[in-house]
């Protein structure tokens, strides 16, 4: 089998991501935080490493400020609804997900006013544009660091830094980058940066978080007990436990922990110049075959590796079932969740196929997958 | 180690959890229901499995009604959050743990009115408390099954089916009693039940859920892609779409149905009788050890497997430390997230030191803990 559904979850995880998961599930099998006996103790620690990974990689200086979530999409409900306020502006782009735009658009209905900033052809947008499009209500900023179904990468760090200057608070949905670009909140001003744990930082599913940056604040969204200031029925204002009420997935974020590890020994660099290498094989081999047509950026631009195709005359799904059931490659078709940005593109009607090689997949594969494309659209005809 | 903290997190699991958890995340990495192709299929057939388990166990027409959380305490905030309004009235135990007394409390300030229904001697509420404490705004009765801190049991069927005549919302806190007590939606008339996965389901940490009844609404705490209805922004609907935005814990939830599977074959009812055996024992031998104050109800009356106690003239987290340190035996001391319950029974100053045992703790473990606990005692004269 050849999996190149990276962007939706990567796989496989480096061994010791799973060896993590069993050894802290098998024993340290108790709540961090809530009692004082050893495995309890142990069990804080597991959580407390992996802040400290995330605060590194990310440039965060206080891992206290790393909450944990099950997944980036209540991380960024978390971000967006805890931030923004009926009567608030704000701006994005034509990129997002539905974590992003189902949130707006639930806040559209209490009077939040969203602006779709459109960007470039492939909807990058510029500082020129935030300049242009603030308001007097506009407060924050909202960007996917990279389109899920395009790949096309926002210039994040200068969009960042416009942002600040525009005093607006920059909340950044790094699900497609997050492990494999470089991002540096501390830096570049980020305010409140939402990461999968089951993507690029090859860490198990049910895990994901949310980094706010010193001196911000958002409403939770949930409440209830934390093993701190429990005399009390206020939900404690302290860090990371505001955010994270309930038994975590110790085993989860333990996993994650040692995926972050595995990206710090591999080299992020390295990673992004792997799926850097893969993407330029992708977009070049679709490029030679006849009738497909490719989204998104042309080769040489930065981009994250998600490469979305159609083929004239053929059903996305139809391609996707037989890559899946005649060659056993994973690839993803439809819509990926994310209408705004197929709108941009024109295939909200019929979709597009995804393919989005990780670290594990090699040179070899990506040979494979654009062969069996090939005499796919060849017996086509 | 003797480990006696089950009421926060059971330990061990079977070893059919863990191994479900490895046999998922290495060969069913994708996500459930995004894709089309075989994995991601597989990944979806995993957690419909999880779903039917519930489903069962809670006595639930519907699987595709089992909603999955990261943990109880979402679930819990899903469920307040979701059905209460400023100017609702809600009835509620003082047995509430912060994951039930927090919500509300956020909802006080948003002029939601609270009643915390005295109860008996050990905070066991009535019918008849519930009739004469329902007003014309009353929409609600919230109550946790059990109390986490004496172990005192409501009589759920008999309060589900008073509050339903009340025409009164019935949202339970099941975090105790899960997997161990018996609990009928359908018959009883529960409308929605919260669940953690990893206490007497003996599934992961990092899994939990909501059973919502048939005809039951409340509205979603986060927005986000769901697979479904991916051309809009709007959030679906459909069920569990409606509720589970984001990636869901794929391993954790197959780990949680292999839980749930060892306890169809196991019985629930020896589980139950089992805990029972074990929780007399322990109450009969610490009321034959001097200076030692039980809470909660008598030795004879049903309750869940949780009992606090206090020494005279010994802290809680003394006690709690030479258990951990000479003895090796874990327990949890302090508040456990519970101040309502605490000021009930007058132990919001002190603490208690809690003793939970669980399906994989034998007789021998209690005697030990027991006379661990009577020589410490002795020793502090």
Same mark, same amino acid.
């Given at each position: 089998?050849?999996?190149?559904?990276?962007?939706?979850?990567s796989?496989?995880?480096?061994?010791?991501?799973?060896?993590?998961?069993?050894?802290?599930?098998?024993?340290?099998?108790?709540?961090?935080?809530?009692?004082?006996?050893?495995?309890?103790?142990?069990?804080?620690?597991?959580?407390?490493?992996?802040?400290?990974?995330?605060?590194?990689?990310?440039?965060?200086?206080?891992?206290?400020?790393?909450?944990?979530?099950?997944?980036?999409?209540?991380?960024?409900?978390?971000?967006i609804?805890?931030?923004?306020?009926?009567?608030?502006?704000?701006?994005?782009?034509?990129?997002?997900?539905?974590?992003?735009?189902?949130?707006?658009?639930?806040?559209?209905?209490?009077?939040?006013?969203?602006?779709?900033?459109? !960007?470039? %052809?492939?909807?990058?947008?510029?500082?020129? #544009?935030l300049?242009? &499009?603030?308001?007097?209500?506009?407060?924050? @900023? /909202?960007?996917?660091?990279?389109?899920?179904?395009t790949?096309?990468?926002?210039?994040?760090?200068?969009?960042?830094?416009?942002?600040?200057?525009?005093?607006?608070?920059?909340?950044?949905?790094?699900?497609?980058?997050?492990?494999?670009?470089?991002?540096?909140?501390?830096?570049?001003?980020?305010?409140?940066?939402?990461?999968?744990?089951?993507?690029?930082?090859?860490?198990?599913?049910?895990?994901?978080?949310?980094?706010?940056?010193?001196?911000?604040?958002?409403?939770?969204?949930?409440?209830?007990?934390?093993?701190?200031?429990?005399?009390?029925?206020?939900?404690?204002?302290?860090?990371?436990?505001?955010f994270?009420?309930?038994?975590?997935?110790?085993?989860?974020?333990?996993?994650?922990?040692? !995926?972050? %590890?595995?990206?710090?020994?591999?080299?992020? #660099?390295?990673?992004? &110049?792997?799926?850097?290498?893969?993407?330029? @094989? /992708?977009?070049?081999?679709?490029?030679?075959?006849?009738?497909?047509?490719?989204?998104g950026?042309?080769?040489?631009?930065?981009?994250?590796?998600?490469?979305?195709?159609?083929?004239?005359?053929?059903?996305?799904?139809?391609?996707?079932?037989?890559?899946?059931?005649?060659?056993?490659?994973?690839?993803?078709?439809?819509?990926?969740?994310?209408?705004?940005?197929?709108?941009?593109?024109?295939?909200?009607?019929?979709?597009?196929?995804?393919?989005?090689?990780?670290?594990?997949?090699?040179?070899?594969?990506?040979?494979?997958?654009?062969?069996?494309?090939?005499?796919l659209?060849?017996?086509?005809?």
């Amino acid at each position: 089998m050849i999996y190149m559904d990276n962007a939706a979850t990567s796989w496989p995880k480096p061994d010791s991501v799973w060896d993590e998961v069993l050894r802290v599930g098998k024993n340290v099998g108790a709540n961090p935080g809530r009692a004082g006996h050893q495995m309890a103790i142990d069990a804080g620690r597991v959580i407390y490493k992996a802040r400290v990974a995330i605060a590194r990689l990310f440039h965060l200086s206080d891992p206290l400020r790393v909450v944990f979530t099950i997944n980036a999409t209540e991380a960024l409900n978390l971000a967006i609804l805890g931030s923004i306020k009926p009567g608030d502006h704000v701006l994005t782009s034509q990129l997002e997900h539905n974590a992003v735009a189902r949130p707006l658009r639930y806040l559209q209905d209490k009077g939040v006013e969203v602006t779709y900033l459109p !960007g470039d %052809e492939y909807g990058r947008i510029s500082p020129n #544009e935030l300049r242009q &499009s603030r308001k007097a209500n506009t407060k924050a @900023l /909202i960007l996917s660091h990279a389109s899920n179904v395009t790949g096309a990468l926002q210039d994040l760090k200068s969009l960042s830094k416009a942002a600040k200057e525009l005093d607006l608070r920059v909340i950044v949905d790094a699900a497609q980058t997050a492990g494999v670009q470089q991002i540096d909140m501390e830096e570049w001003g980020i305010d409140l940066l939402a990461f999968p744990g089951h993507k690029g930082l090859v860490g198990p599913q049910g895990t994901g978080g949310l980094c706010i940056a010193q001196g911000i604040d958002v409403e939770p969204l949930r409440f209830g007990g934390t093993g701190s200031q429990s005399e009390s029925e206020l939900q404690p204002d302290v860090l990371p436990d505001r955010f994270e009420s309930g038994t975590p997935n110790t085993p989860g974020i333990a996993g994650l922990a040692a !995926g972050l %590890e595995f990206i710090a020994q591999t080299g992020r #660099e390295n990673i992004e &110049s792997h799926e850097s290498k893969l993407t330029e @094989l /992708i977009l070049n081999g679709l490029g030679d075959i006849e009738k497909v047509k490719v989204y998104g950026p042309p080769v040489k631009e930065p981009r994250a590796a998600v490469i979305s195709f159609n083929v004239d005359g053929m059903e996305a799904s139809e391609m996707g079932f037989l890559l899946d059931q005649v060659y056993q490659i994973a690839v993803r078709t439809g819509l990926h969740c994310a209408p705004v940005s197929h709108r941009k593109n024109g295939t909200l009607e019929r979709g597009t196929v995804r393919l989005s090689p990780g670290y594990f997949n090699s040179e070899a594969e990506v040979k494979e997958v654009l062969a069996a494309i090939k005499t796919l659209v060849e017996e086509a005809r």
